[in-house]
């Protein structure tokens, strides 16, 4: 900054005196050679402070070059030595690692020979660990036995020969687990109630079987700890109160030897009820056919029988005409108006007694076509039924696939449901109207049985009648 401001200072003081020569020539050659000395002068002391500086700068920035240099010498100087401290570190480790390898061989070599046999013990041990720790987590027993528990969780997480304080405590422990699974004892546990309320109750244990309440059989959680009962019990299952007083000797117990796998079934089991909830409408109607079938097979069937006592006693007194079909017929052959007329004549009689016996059978079938009509139609409303379980089971799978069965499930049982109560409700009709179709015929081949020998009965007499005019017409000739 300084040399810039000397050299302004001497080209102003250069143009002060070219101004002043032009003025003044004289005098500005004198003035001028004065001045010239002058910034001449200063120009030289100038550079050489100039010069002494820039010296100075430069030996500075050398001294600090070559301190920069030493240190950097230092620095790598240093890392070769941290390198060198590194790589005979790497080369102890490595030769230590192998060591460690060889002498892990030889050690694991040595357990092999050493332990023998006692890995497959081990391995044996472990296994029946495991299947007794499985067995406790859901058996009823850990209620009032576990107290070998947490030993045989330790030799299941274990990792090495299990001691012998383990290996008493798995023996201790399937020992106590056996002993429980023959007892029939009372105890108490924690039970959740239809309302979702906990509370303390007696319960009777049936060994390693099962839970019995106040209310029948009850569903053990061992992961919580606690008991729920079934919604559907067993019929005649047992309760806590008779196993606890029992009121006789050799009493019938009804058990689930799969505990709890059978029972939790039986909740799964639908009732009639539910079945035919799940046929939906056309199967409300399939039951209301039956029904009314079934009604009209009673009757018929309740009339049948009657009509057919009726005649078995009208044949064994036919000379008291009663009110039945057979009496009814015997009144048009005893009738004295009718009889009057038809003396003389068979084929009035046969179309009379003809008349009656179409009427009776009228009677007799009453019903009948109804019922094999109600026979008929079931079988088509199931398939009905089947058609419209199908559809919604695919306008299920239209709307959210079919990757849950249950969501299908509505269809699929509307459609076998309905299928199965045609068909049963079709049977039952068919097997009724057969059976009263056979009733009717044999009381109408009764009735015609009887009305034929009327006619053939009526017709020996009208021939007798003419022998007898026949043989009384010359006599009275031969007399005369």
């Known amino acids: 900054m300084k040399p810039f401001l000397t050299k302004t200072l001497l080209l102003s003081a250069l143009t002060v005196s070219a101004y002043s020569l032009t003025a003044n020539p004289t005098l500005a050659a004198d003035t001028l050679n004065n001045d010239a000395q002058v910034i001449s002068e200063k120009l030289l002391s100038d550079t050489k402070q100039d010069n002494k500086q820039l ?3 430069l030996k500075q920035r050398e001294a600090g070059f070559k301190l920069t240099e030493q240190e950097i010498k230092q620095q790598r100087q240093a890392l070769l030595a941290k390198q060198r401290q590194l790589q005979n570190e790497t080369e102890t480790l490595s030769h230590q690692f192998t060591r460690n390898e060889e002498t892990l061989a030889k050690l694991e070599t040595r357990l092999r020979l050493e332990t023998g046999s006692l890995g497959e013990l081990f391995g044996v041990v472990r296994q029946s660990a495991k299947q007794l720790n499985s067995e406790i987590s859901t058996a009823v027993t850990t209620i009032d036995s576990a107290t070998f528990t ?39 546990l924690a039970v959740i109630d239809g309302e979702g309320q906990l509370a303390d109750k007696q319960a009777v244990r049936l060994g390693s079987i099962g839970l019995v309440g106040d209310q029948g059989y009850l569903a053990w959680n061992g992961e919580k700890q606690t008991a729920t009962a079934y919604l559907k019990q067993p019929s005649n299952g047992p309760v806590a109160a008779n196993l606890v007083n029992p009121s006789s000797v050799g009493n019938v117990v009804v058990l689930d030897p799969s505990r709890g796998v059978m029972l939790a079934q039986l909740e799964n089991t639908p009732t009639l009820k539910d079945r035919l909830e799940n046929g939906g409408t056309v199967g409300y109607v399939i039951m209301s056919l039956l029904v009314i079938g079934l009604l009209i097979a009673i009757v018929q ?66 019903g009948l076509s109804m019922l094999k009509l109600l026979a008929a139609l079931a079988p088509m409303l199931g ?35 309905t299928t199965v109560l045609g068909l049963v409700a079709a049977m039952p009709l068919l097997l009724a109207h057969n059976i009263l179709s056979t009733k009717a015929d044999n009381i109408r081949d009764t009735l015609e049985k009887q009305g034929i020998s009327l006619v053939a009965e009526e017709a020996e007499k009208i021939a007798v009648a003419a022998v007898n005019d026949t043989n009384v017409t010359p006599l009275t000739q031969q007399v005369g």
């Open 55 to 57: 010296t100075k700068a």
């Open 150 to 188: 947490p030993i045989v969780a330790d030799v299941v997480a274990a990792k090495t020969l299990p001691s012998m304080l383990q290996l008493t405590g798995l023996w201790s422990a399937l020992s106590e687990q056996i002993k429980a699974s023959g007892e029939i004892k009372t105890v108490n």
């Open 301 to 366: 069937g309740m009339k049948l029988i009657i009509t057919r006592r009726q005649i078995k006693q009208q044949l064994a007194n036919p000379s008291q005409i009663g009110n039945n079909p057979l009496g009814r017929i015997l009144q048009v052959y005893t009738d004295s108006n009718v009889k009057s007329a038809l003396h003389n004549s068979t084929e009035a009689l046969e179309l009379r007694l003809m008349e009656v016996v179409v009427d009776e059978q009228q009677g007799l079938e009453k």
């Open 383 to 417: 398939l009905l039924g089947t058609v419209t379980g199908m559809i919604e089971t695919f306008q299920v799978i239209t709307q959210f696939g079919n990757g849950d069965p249950k969501v299908m499930a509505g269809g699929i049982s509307m459609a076998l449901i």
